[in-house]
């Protein structure tokens, strides 16, 4: 199994939808997760870290079930310009680097 | 403002050369940095994990004679790129965390945009 797993997508919705995406990783000890947004050929940028409790942001909201190891990101009322790609990334065991999913492709339309 | 940059953007060298990237921390002090790569369409891969003052610690499958690491200071890393070849053309980002506790967000440089011909 795969540390960081993720639906690579494409995901293809209109202005305004609702979209969510799904991730798991494999080391239960893991305690840090993040969502971090990559663009075309540039470097990944945090959009939110990940809580136990959950957490929103505008119209972001990220959780997390450590029972099934499983992090999702929401994204509401979708814009032209959340069209990305969406990095799960999970701190490893030591805490010393971070592991990245391959990426999720949001692609909003007009 | 960025807070890791990274040096050069873009390169482009024959096979057999060597390319050294740059990685430096503005405003902070990086004890520890990483260097990851990322082929097109795929995500990115942890290389090595480069300790100011010591060795790096590299990931399996990497080699450390082809990647030389050198983190010399507490705000600069290098990546040399040996004997490159074209199937070394890649991403290369680094990255650095202002501290190390669990929820600290890594900073990211720009990217270099390696090409071999």
């Known amino acids: 199994r795969k540390e960081v797993e993720q639906d690579p997508g494409p995901f293809n919705v209109p202005e305004g939808a609702t979209v969510a995406f799904n991730c798991t990783y494999s080391?239960?000890?893991?305690?840090?997760f993040f969502w971090y947004r990559q663009d075309c050929r540039k470097e990944p940028k945090l959009l939110m870290s990940?809580?136990?409790s959950g957490n929103e942001d505008g119209r972001f909201t990220a959780q997390l079930n450590r029972a099934s190891q499983y992090i999702s990101l929401l994204i509401r009322d979708s814009k032209l310009s959340d069209s990305a790609t969406y990095l799960c990334?999970?701190?490893?065991?030591?805490?010393?680097?971070?592991?990245f999913g391959k990426g999720t492709t949001l692609s909003v339309s007009s | 403002g960025a807070v890791v940059s990274q040096h050069p953007s873009r390169v482009i060298c024959k096979s057999g050369t060597s390319v050294k990237i740059e990685c430096r921390s503005l405003?902070?002090?990086?004890?520890?940095m990483f260097w990851y790569r990322q082929f097109p369409k795929q995500s990115l891969m942890l290389m090595a994990t480069?300790?100011?003052?010591?060795?790096?610690?590299?990931e399996q499958g990497v080699e450390k004679d082809k990647f030389l690491i050198n983190h010399a200071s507490l705000t600069l890393s290098t990546l040399t790129v040996t004997s490159a070849h074209p199937e070394d053309s890649s991403f290369y980002i680094c990255?650095?965390?202002?501290?190390?506790?669990?929820?600290?967000?890594?900073?990211f440089g720009q990217g270099t945009r390696l090409t071999v011909v």
């Open positions: 990334v999970v701190l490893n065991q030591a805490g010393t680097a971070l592991i």
């Open positions: 405003d902070f002090q990086a004890t520890t």
């Open positions: 080391n239960s000890a893991s305690q840090s």
């Open positions: 480069s300790n100011e003052g010591s060795k790096a610690t590299y």
């Open positions: 990255s650095a965390r202002r501290q190390a506790t669990l929820n600290t967000e890594a900073f």
């Open positions: 990940v809580y136990s």
